[in-house]
């Protein structure tokens, strides 16, 4: 069966501190994956998507990165965190239009 | 601007009552629909979508969503409302000859015993 795999489920990060968040896929290949961001009361903002190895758009400028070493791995990652890099973070993948399949999130909170 | 308005940030509701959750979005072409409900600290789980055909679409846990072409909406309703069903929905939409879902801002659903 199809799964994502998101973790860890919650992390509490100084400022100015790395961040990696990982996110992998089961039981599809070459899907297409993305990485939400969702602030308290606000609805979700697309950071970057990817449809194949090595290939990341990017929505928001940031100073956030992604990157994607392995068909089903999606890594979310930053050098340096920022207060504003607090939120709930999301990891999803599709195959075509037919859906999207969500992670259980991440919740960062940068202290 | 192409755009998915969820018009209502908070509903309350009684349990038993009936339900709609509003959805409009701004499209040149009818575009791929969806709506996921999320629970407090978790991920998004889809209830229903909508690509073409029959417009009124069933979906999970007695949701049912109708398209209206002409006022390009895409509502949630829910004949009884049941306590479990309080959560944050979001409406969704994918453009055709994309495959990038852009959100609306999300609905909380409060029930009221």
């Known amino acids: 069966s199809q799964t994502i795999h998101q973790w860890p489920a919650t992390l509490v990060q100084p400022v100015g501190s790395p961040l990696s968040l990982e996110c992998t896929v089961e039981?599809?290949?070459?899907?297409?994956l993305y990485w939400y961001r969702q602030a308290a009361g606000r609805g979700l903002q697309l950071l970057f998507y990817?449809?194949?190895?090595?290939?990341i758009s990017s929505e928001v400028p940031q100073n956030l990165s992604a990157s994607r070493p392995q068909d089903r791995q999606f890594i979310l990652s930053s050098k340096k965190l920022l207060l504003s890099d607090s939120g709930f973070y999301l990891c999803?993948?599709?195959?075509?239009?037919?859906?999207?399949?969500f992670g259980s999130g991440t919740r960062l909170t940068v202290v | 601007a192409q755009s998915v308005t969820q018009p209502d940030i908070h509903i309350t509701v009684s349990e038993g009552a009936s339900l709609e959750l509003r959805c409009n979005y701004s499209y040149g072409a009818t575009p791929y629909l969806f709506w996921y409900v999320q629970s407090p600290g978790q991920g998004l789980q889809l209830l229903l979508k909508y690509f073409s055909g029959d417009t009124l679409v069933q979906g999970i846990k007695g949701f049912e969503a109708e398209f209206k072409r002409s006022q390009s909406s895409f509502n949630l309703r829910k004949p009884s409302v049941h306590w479990s069903d309080a959560a944050e929905y979001f409406c969704?939409?994918?453009?055709?000859?994309?495959?990038?879902?852009?959100f609306g801002r999300g609905t909380s659903l409060i029930v009221h015993p």
């Open positions: 990817s449809v194949g190895i090595g290939q």
């Open positions: 039981g599809t290949s070459n899907p297409n």
């Open positions: 969704a939409v994918v453009p055709g000859g994309s495959y990038i879902p852009t």
């Open positions: 999803a993948w599709s195959t075509s239009n037919y859906g999207y399949t």
